[in-house]
């Protein structure tokens, strides 16, 4: 007897435990969904097996009608679901079952919170797996022999802390899956019941799912072979017509292949014949999956050839700004031993993943026009990686820049409602630009000193406060013929805007002040690259600019926090030349007082743009000096 061979308990991972509690805790009303979890398994199993046995055919042992078969004992109350696909080694059942490695989960449990309604709702964003089957089992074992090997596995646990593991003798190979119910728990060892979820949930799965035909009625004993019969539909979901799929059918088929449990928001069905023939089945989540923002993610859309799946692409077939699509390519021309190497460098590849792009976009336009609740609730999930489309997808940028959905000063809130269409259709006569701000915060934005002339003029700016949103206005410089306008940067010119009593307005305040820039531009030195008046502020004395070309001050702050070194570079100070405190400054005589004022000015500015000052116990030094002359 090898050492692998003897019986081995083994603790379950922490989180293990942890997500088993939870899971009987919170799905026990919706018990039936384990049938759904362990057939979508032993369908993914068969998917292994078929592509790997692309390559060594030998994999099949002379069995290549690959099916899952469902047994029941009423008695004994077991129910057991097997299948002929892959299986696994011991490793891979150690390393799958009883310990949790993918990097969702791993985000799942940081974002648990301890309070099981909303946790309960977390699980529902996250594929709950094989572990399931403890919602209706008190004990669970799992034989299983990886095609092309002979050492077959048997796992059993009570799915409280801990699980055995040894060696045993399987003759076919894949994975057998016996749960042993829990008391009360009967319903799940009946040919009906089990046959109505496996409607219910499984119909599109395309492998046949076979039952012991039942003798309804018939007094007889069991026959000594029992016939088997196919219960579900077993073709291939996306191969059927578009028109015979319901919505229930595409909320199965999708929560299959997208380890989701809600139904999607919607999704695209297409059949291309001609030149090149593929189905394209593509699903919009309902929700951000946890790992949307990790590089390592490990689903995308599925690639078939000719029914055959190839893999789980996360690299070829959708750009990275719409890496939350989920469905199925299945083509008809690719070779089946297609690889990588193909796959990066195929034109057919390029065609459908083009013209799949599209028919996203396509599909998100008609929600944003018909819907805009659920456009609403698209943006919420998905906008800030939509933000990155202008900047990767430079065919596609007017059209993903009329996706996209800003907060802006027009309704004053977080919300991001507002379409670069809506604001154009809203600009004043003789207004060019869209204009926006990017800060660190919403009241940041709204708050910036930079915005008073716009309120003053009633001209709507947008208010962009996402990380993202830098690289998008360096990437997307102008929307139908309107180019976007930082109101941070460069000189003001508001064109017609501005009317001529202003403008005499600010030129004799202007005069009045003298040699007031001279003065400021001496006692601030090198702080500054220049000093100039304003026409942007209304109440603000004064605030910092950007020449139009440099970088602004939130994407410096923005590098500076991943840790990039960036040289500061030396802004405008610009003065509101109809201030009173400007004016106040004009009249101090005293040079040391002079200097005390506008570096207080200066660092007001800075504060007020989000910076933090290199000398915060300096400024509060000035503050209080003049506060003390308050108190006199
Ligand atoms: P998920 O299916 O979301 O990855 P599960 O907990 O259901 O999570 O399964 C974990 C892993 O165990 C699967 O990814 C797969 O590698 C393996 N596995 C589960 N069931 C089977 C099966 N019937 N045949 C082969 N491997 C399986």
Redesign the pocket.
């Known amino acids: 007897m090898t050492v692998e061979a003897q019986k081995e308990t083994l603790e379950f991972q922490a989180e293990v435990q942890q997500l088993l509690h939870l899971m009987i805790h919170s799905l026990y009303s919706n018990k039936e969904i384990f049938l759904r979890?362990?057939i979508?398994?032993?369908s993914?199993?068969a998917d292994?097996l078929r592509f790997e046995a692309l390559k060594n055919d030998a994999l099949y042992e002379g069995d290549s009608e690959l099916k899952i078969r469902i047994t029941f004992d009423k008695d004994a109350r077991t129910l057991t679901?097997?299948?002929n696909?892959?299986?696994?080694s011991r490793q891979?059942?150690l390393?799958?079952?009883g310990t949790?490695a993918?990097s969702g989960t791993r985000q799942f449990f940081q974002a648990l919170s301890g309070d099981e309604a909303k946790d309960s709702q977390l699980i529902g964003q996250f594929?709950?797996?094989?572990?399931?089957c403890y919602i209706v089992a008190d004990k669970v074992t799992?034989v299983?022999r990886?095609a092309g090997t002979d050492e077959a596995v048997r796992w059993e646990s009570d799915g409280k802390g801990s699980y055995t593991i040894e060696s045993t003798d399987k003759a076919g190979r894949?994975?057998e899956?016996t749960l042993h119910l829990r008391e009360g728990e009967d319903e799940f060892a009946e040919g009906y019941r089990l046959r109505n979820i496996i409607h219910k949930f499984s119909d599109h799965i395309s492998l046949p799912i076979e039952m012991h035909q039942e003798h309804y009625g018939e007094e007889k004993d069991e026959p000594e072979a029992p016939e088997w019969e196919t219960v579900n539909r077993a073709s291939a979901l996306w191969t059927r017509n578009k028109d015979d799929i319901s919505d229930e059918e595409h909320a199965e088929f999708y929560k299959h292949i997208a380890?989701d449990f809600e139904a999607p928001l919607a999704h695209s069905h297409n059949r291309v014949e001609g030149k090149h023939e593929y189905i394209s089945l593509l699903y919009i989540p309902s929700r951000a999956p946890f790992d949307l923002w990790d590089r390592e993610r490990s689903h995308g859309v599925k690639l078939y050839v000719r029914r055959v799946f190839i893999k789980d692409d996360t690299e070829h077939l959708m750009p990275q700004y719409l890496r939350f699509v989920r469905g199925v390519i299945d083509s008809a021309d690719l070779p089946l031993n297609v690889s990588r190497e193909i796959l990066q460098s195929n034109r057919l590849i390029d065609t459908i993943k083009s013209a799949s792009v599209k028919r996203v976009l396509g599909l998100l336009e008609s929600i944003a026009n018909n819907d805009a609740e659920k456009y609403a609730k698209f943006w919420k999930e998905f906008g800030k990686v939509m933000k990155e489309g202008p900047g990767e997808d430079f065919a596609n940028k007017e059209r993903i820049a009329g996706l996209l959905r800003f907060a802006s000063t027009h309704a004053d809130t977080a919300e991001q409602t507002v379409s670069l269409a809506e604001y154009i259709g809203r600009m004043k006569e003789g207004q060019e630009h869209i204009y926006y701000i990017t800060a660190e915060s919403f009241l940041a934005a709204k708050n910036s000193p930079h915005l008073e002339v716009f309120r003053k003029k009633g001209v709507e700016v947008l208010l962009l406060t996402d990380r993202v949103d830098e690289w998008l206005v360096s990437a997307l410089t102008e929307f139908d013929g309107k180019t976007l306008q930082s109101v941070t940067k460069g000189e003001l010119d508001l064109g017609t805007l501005d009317d001529e009593t202003d403008k005499e307005e600010q030129k004799k305040a202007e005069e009045e002040l003298g040699d007031l820039i001279e003065r400021v531009k001496t006692a601030l030195g090198e702080k500054v690259k220049e000093v100039r008046y304003s026409h942007r502020l209304t109440s603000s004395p004064g605030c910092l600019v950007s020449e139009e070309h440099e970088m602004g001050a939130n994407m410096e702050r923005i590098l500076k926090a991943v840790g990039q070194d960036v040289a500061e570079a030396k802004r405008i100070f610009e003065l509101n030349p109809g201030h009173p405190l400007v004016h106040r400054l004009k009249e101090e005589a005293d040079d040391q007082r002079f200097g005390d004022l506008t570096a207080i000015l200066y660092d007001q500015a800075y504060l007020a743009e989000g910076g933090s000052l290199d000398d915060p116990a300096g400024f509060i030094h000035r503050m209080n000096e003049l506060l003390l002359d308050l108190a006199k």
Do not use: P, Q, W
């Not at 594929?127 to 399931?132: D, H, Q």
């Open positions: 979890e362990l979508s398994n032993a993914d199993a292994k679901v097997s299948d696909g892959i299986g696994m891979e059942v390393d799958n079952i949790i993918r594929g709950v797996g094989f572990y399931s799992l299983t990886r894949g994975t899956v380890h």
